[in-house]
């Protein structure tokens, strides 16, 4: 069992950054790969990064290349999201979950809003 708790989102203009992060609890915790996915308001949810177990291997959306950065700290049970130069698009409730592979998220945080201001 893992237990997922996202916090960093907030009002931000357009041009700025946040950090999320998702702090996880649970012995495997560390075992699992990770993603960050968002959903905008009245769009379907989508992942916008993963991270390996390791660490050592990543992967984002088209729209979010070069803008953000998955990263995770296992001694501390923590993943994070670095976002910089945010866009009005990216206004979303954002949610980190855990996989244990196979494109199948068993474990979801509750969420957290982020609002790009133009």
């Known amino acids: 069992q893992v237990q997922l708790v996202e916090s960093g989102g907030g009002l931000v203009q357009a041009g700025g950054s946040l950090r999320l992060s998702c702090a996880a609890s649970?012995?495997?915790?560390?075992?699992?790969?990770m993603g960050w996915f968002r959903q905008p308001p009245g769009k379907q949810r989508e992942r916008v990064a993963a991270i390996r177990w390791s660490g050592d291997s990543t992967s984002y959306a088209d729209s979010v290349k070069g803008r953000f950065t998955i990263s995770r700290d296992n001694a501390k049970n923590t993943v994070y999201l670095q976002m910089n130069n945010l866009k009005p698009e990216d206004t979303a409730v954002y949610y980190c979950?855990?996989?244990?592979?196979?494109?199948?998220?068993?474990?979801w945080g509750q969420g957290t809003q982020v609002i790009v201001s133009s």
């Open positions: 649970g012995r495997t915790y560390s075992t699992y790969a």
């Open positions: 979950a855990a996989t244990r592979g196979g494109g199948v998220y068993e474990y």
